[in-house]
């Protein structure tokens, strides 16, 4: 079904590497290599900037500074280490960002529907490659991004900013950086063990048909050629 | 510079300093009589001297003052503050340096552990060995105090000479101060002093002269004499300084709230877990819900 791959190479991974959205034997490619090495790039980004950043926000994570060599080594490379997310963050809001339209279906994920969804109680056969809830996350991690590069670039260079405007970019950073780190444990935990079969699309790119069939049932449809089952 | 006996009452991102309890220690303060200062910066030089700062080249401003503000190598700056006063020109001398204030906005905003500490005896110190120049503390500050050295990139300020008060001396720019507006003793001794020469200014016409104490910050470990104490501004003092009310919410309510926050975010998805298990896929007797293996 899909090129020419080398032997012992597994068929799907191989159309992984440039192709989305196709069926490969029992199994879909959800994320191409693009752009599973972009989402790595800003997973890995942000992780660093927790460890390097968390530290200086409270000593009570102060031990993350141990990893690093020091408080003062996480100070000079935190700034540098965010610029990086950012930039990984960019790239990934323009990977993703044709798919992201908000649908007038879509009203409810950012109340209501969130809890039903949590409670496994949403069962909507409309749901496309990403739902509401995960649409939600893709733009208000994109603005904290940008929260946190402009109040971020404030704090590298505070003697060059009036003191009210670094009270601000102060209380703007942290704020958004909370924010971000709540939804993000959720956002791990969804995708790994609340969802079996979530991850595999993070690493081979791949999700079997059962998992798209109940998670994102009008993708399916769209990839498999499938009619609705009702 | 840190006076290793001296106990440490407060300090930066710690919980608490290291108080025994069981030694009495009291409150030091420097005493600055405007009225009295004759702008011979005798204390800056000491200040240089005592503290082996570099030299740094002066700017002219339009006054007799050597810099325009202080410096990471200039901790103690006499202001000279010209202003039109009844009829006539005032020339107001300020020694300008840390306040060494009761409650501390530089102390409060400091990220780092131990990097500033308030010693028992009211000295505010930054402490280099800590010190990561994130410059959070300019932000705290209510005098615009702390100051980042490009060199080391760390931060400095005046230290209230604690080196030499620890071991029972006087600060260098009080030791060299010819006319006596400066004096150096426990807090206690320098409000009896500061309340006695506010009186007789005011005796001898001085109707507004006052004592510059600002209880905002906890009073400072600085009294100061100001002939014309209605208008603080008039010597570049703030009249009413507090730390910042966003710094406090920065520190006090966001960041508790925050690890909260965050603690329970790992907490409320392991409860998922256990409540909900994970979203399994329905109709398990399908081929295709198993790993392929390729």
Same mark, same amino acid.
């Given at each position: ?17 440039? !192709?989305?959205?196709? @069926? ?19 997973? %890995?980004?942000? %992780?660093?900037? @927790? ?35 950012? @930039? ?6 323009? $990977? ?37 809830? $995960? ?85 399916? !449809? ?9 | ?29 420097? =005493? ?31 006054? =007799?003052?050597?810099? *325009?503000?202080? /410096?990471?190598? =200039? ?24 306040? #060494?204030?009761?409650? *501390? ?5 400091? +990220? ?36 980042? /050295? ?20 006087? +600060? ?22 500061? #309340? ?15 004592? =510059? ?14 002939? /014309?104490?209605? #208008? ?9 300084? /507090? ?28 409860? #998922? ?22």
């Amino acid at each position: 079904m899909s090129t020419a791959s080398p032997r012992h190479m597994d068929a799907a991974v191989v159309t992984a590497r440039d !192709r989305e959205d196709v @069926l490969v034997g029992n199994e879909i490619v959800r994320h191409n290599r693009a752009s599973r090495l972009i989402h790595w790039a800003v997973a %890995i980004t942000f %992780i660093e900037c @927790l460890l390097t950043g968390m530290p200086i926000w409270t000593p009570a994570f102060s031990w993350m500074a141990h990893l690093y060599g020091g408080l003062s080594v996480c100070r000079v490379i935190h700034p540098w280490i965010g610029l990086a997310f950012f @930039l990984s963050s960019a790239l990934m809001f323009f $990977q993703w960002l044709s798919d992201m339209h908000f649908e007038p279906n879509e009203k409810g994920w950012l109340g209501p529907k969130l809890f039903q969804y949590m409670r496994y109680e949403s069962d909507d056969s409309e749901v496309g490659k990403y739902n509401g809830g $995960q649409k939600v996350l893709f733009w208000a991690v994109s603005l904290a991004a940008l929260g946190l590069l402009l109040s971020g670039l404030l704090m590298w260079f505070p003697r060059s900013f009036p003191k009210l405007l670094m009270q601000f970019a102060y209380v703007i950073h942290d704020f958004t950086f909370i924010c971000f780190a709540v939804a993000i444990v959720f956002h791990v935990y969804l995708g790994t063990a609340a969802e079996p079969g979530t991850f595999g699309s993070m690493t081979r790119g791949t999700v079997t048909r059962a998992w798209a069939r109940l998670h994102h049932p009008r993708w399916y !449809r769209e990839v498999t050629g499938e009619k609705p089952a009702r | 510079m840190s006076a290793q006996n001296l106990e440490i009452r407060r300090s930066s991102a710690s919980v608490w300093g290291s108080l025994s309890g069981m030694r009495s220690v009291p409150v030091v303060s420097k =005493y600055i009589d405007t009225t009295t200062c004759i702008g011979c910066k005798a204390c800056e030089a000491a200040c240089i001297e005592w503290n082996d700062l570099r030299r740094v080249a002066t700017e002219q401003i339009g006054s =007799y003052q050597t810099l *325009p503000t202080l /410096h990471a190598e =200039y901790w103690n700056l006499i202001r000279f503050n010209e202003r039109d006063f009844d009829g006539g020109l005032v020339w107001l001398m300020r020694k300008d340096q840390c306040m #060494h204030c009761d409650e *501390p906005g530089c102390l409060a905003a400091c +990220p780092a552990p131990g990097a500033i500490v308030q010693y028992s005896n009211g000295i505010v110190d930054v402490n280099p060995d800590q010190c990561i120049g994130c410059g959070y503390c300019e932000t705290g500050c209510p005098f615009d105090v702390p100051r980042f /050295h490009q060199t080391t990139g760390k931060m400095a300020k005046c230290t209230l000479c604690v080196d030499r008060v620890s071991v029972g001396l006087e +600060p260098a720019c009080i030791k060299a101060c010819p006319t006596g507006c400066l004096q150096f003793g426990t807090k206690e001794d320098m409000l009896v002093l500061a #309340h006695r020469r506010v009186d007789q200014l005011q005796a001898n016409g001085f109707k507004t002269a006052a004592l =510059y104490d600002p209880q905002g910050v906890g009073g400072t470990g600085v009294v100061t004499v100001l002939a /014309h104490g209605d #208008h603080p501004d008039w010597y570049g003092l703030p009249a009413d300084p /507090h730390v910042p009310l966003l710094v406090k919410f920065w520190k006090s309510v966001l960041r508790p709230l925050g690890v909260v926050a965050i603690f329970g975010a790992v907490i409320g998805a392991f409860a #998922h877990y256990t409540k909900f298990g994970p979203k399994k896929v329905k109709g398990a007797s399908d081929s295709d819900t198993n790993l392929p293996d390729a």
